[in-house]
């Protein structure tokens, strides 16, 4: 019984401490992610060839994106994984298990290189405020402070136009910045930002 006990707090330790490790059901699955350039597209298997991002993932991957979210991070909208082409960058995540490639993608963002700005996601927290043409928010890993003025483009999942008062705590956003404060939280004033879906 002691043995056992000392098992599953082993097991329970590893899984607190090791943060790419994601439980599904009863399967553990450690995700890995890369950024490159699409080097071969073969019906919904795309080969990702780049440099890694985190630890298990591979300079040279493929991943199955039949069945994973797309994104395209020059507009921030979901598209279908057909858009992806050789010679487009690319950031894959992507869960690594003991079946051969293609490992199946938890997401892939397309025009992941763009030179536009400097692209991330914020979960907008229960810290908001909406002012007369603003709305201010303390994103929810506290890391930012997002201002966003009813001239910013802000744009719905399909591309549509919301104004600041429809932000909520809650939804995520891809955020579009040139520069970002030094301070603790970062002070962020997006060039756009576009709805997750």
Not at 24 to 32: E, K, P
Not at 43 to 51: F, L, T
Not at 78 to 103: F, N, Q
């Amino acid at each position: 019984m002691k043995k056992r006990s000392a098992l599953i707090a082993g097991i329970a330790f590893i899984l607190a401490c090791t943060p790419y490790l994601t439980a599904y059901a009863s399967d553990v699955m450690y995700v890995g992610e890369t950024q490159g350039i699409i080097t071969r597209v073969n019906r919904d298997r795309v080969r990702i060839e780049g440099e890694v991002l985190t630890d298990g993932g591979f300079t040279i991957v493929d991943v199955n994106v039949k069945n994973a979210p797309v994104y395209d991070l020059i507009t921030g909208q979901r598209v279908s994984y057909t858009e992806a082409r050789r010679g487009m960058s690319a950031r894959a995540a992507y869960a690594v298990d003991t079946l051969p490639p293609p490992y199946p993608a938890v997401v892939l963002w397309l025009n992941a290189c763009h030179n536009d700005a400097a692209v991330f996601t914020a979960v907008v927290s229960e810290n908001i405020r909406w002012e007369a043409g603003h709305c201010v928010f303390l994103t929810a890993d506290g890391r930012y402070r997002v201002t966003l003025s009813s001239e910013t483009p802000v744009y719905g999942p399909r591309y549509e136009r919301m104004a600041v008062g429809e932000i909520m705590p809650g939804q995520e956003f891809f955020i579009w910045v040139d520069s970002i404060t030094a301070s603790c939280p970062a002070l962020v004033y997006p060039d756009k930002a576009v709805l997750v879906e």
